[in-house]
């Protein structure tokens, strides 16, 4: 048994090593995870609208139930406007929460408890964020650097500490998807690890903390995709409605 | 018939007690993590220009001792925004 609590975090590459140039793109258990979680997410979706009744039956009022929670959260937080990235949002949440749960699998792999991986996630999003905003508002987007009613003296500053403010958007919401799965998953292993090494003694006590953990871990998982989607409907928000 | 209401009832006293605990205790945990990321975000970025600046400008340390102080009021001023909004909802 390995008793590193980060050995689970390992990434290895599994089949052939393919390789483009000096980039190593060969299928890892990173990669394949993200294939699960991608197939869960369309098998439940494609079982659960195949036989469209009036009255849903059980699959089909989760899938329900999952849209409306969606749909809600982007018009609470989005307003009508940002009703056309429905899909992006929608898709966003359910592979976050889907890799979290599936992560909670004993042996399985969490692929958002790696950086690159949210990184990726939250720079696409800020990308995308700042080209709508150029978008819907041309040049003019820039003014979300420039708070009104600040006295000329202090304008240079206010200015660099708003852009800083905004280019530190994609890492908060990167970092705290990362570290909240990472630090999870190495207390369950940590204490995993004092169960064994105190034996039928003292390993009671730990024992009980893993259990405990494991239910807040969910929690935890449920709550990051949460977060992390209705950040994104809330910098959606400011690039589409300009106010200050 | 008036057992299930009975019931019923019983119930309700239950149910919109436990429910509002829940998404209460869930959203302050959000909460906490929310503002401890933005905190701590700006300040690595911010300390990222000024390294950068540094290195381009070749004026070590200066510019990256300037940016960090400018990284924690913008961290500050994140989270005080970010608990405003939290507060309004």
């Known amino acids: ?244 | 018939m008036k057992d299930i209401k009975d019931l019923s009832k019983k119930l309700e006293k239950f149910i919109p007690k436990d429910k509002k605990e829940v998404t209460k205790n869930t959203s302050s945990l959000g909460i906490a993590m929310r503002l401890s990321s933005e905190l701590v975000a700006a300040v690595f970025v911010a300390s990222g220009i000024g390294y950068y600046l540094d290195k381009w400008l070749e004026t070590k340390p200066f510019l990256l001792i300037v940016f960090f102080f400018l990284g924690a009021i913008t961290g500050i001023l994140n989270v005080v925004r970010t608990s405003k909004m939290i507060n309004k909802d």
């Open chain 1, 1 to 244: 048994m390995a008793t590193n609590p980060m050995t689970q975090f390992e990434v290895y590459s599994i089949g052939p090593k393919i390789q483009i140039g000096n980039i190593d793109i060969s299928f890892t258990n990173s990669s394949l995870f993200m294939v699960i979680t991608v197939a869960l997410i369309s098998i439940f979706f494609i079982l659960s609208t195949q036989k469209k009744s009036l009255i849903p039956g059980k699959m089909q009022l989760l899938a329900e139930m999952i849209y409306e929670f969606v749909a809600k959260m982007i018009s609470d937080t989005a307003g009508k406007d940002a009703r056309p990235y429905f899909p992006f949002i929608l898709s966003l949440f359910l592979f976050v929460l889907v890799a979290n749960m599936v992560g909670m699998i004993p042996y399985s792999f969490t692929v958002t408890s790696h950086i690159i991986v949210t990184f990726a996630l939250a720079f696409f999003i800020f990308i995308g964020v700042t080209i709508i905003g150029f978008i819907k508002h041309g040049i003019s987007y820039l003014k979300l650097f420039v708070p009104s009613g600040v006295p000329a003296v202090l304008l240079p500053l206010i200015v660099v500490i708003e852009i800083i403010s905004y280019l530190s958007r994609p890492i908060s919401l990167s970092v705290r998807l990362f570290a909240n799965m990472m630090a999870g998953h190495t207390m369950l292993k940590v204490f995993g690890g004092f169960v064994v090494s105190l034996g039928i003694l003292g390993g009671w006590l730990p024992l009980g903390f893993s259990v405990a953990l494991t239910g807040l871990e969910i929690l935890v998982a449920f709550l990051q995709a949460y977060v992390f989607a209705i950040l994104t409907c809330i910098y959606l928000n400011d690039a589409l409605h300009l106010h200050h």
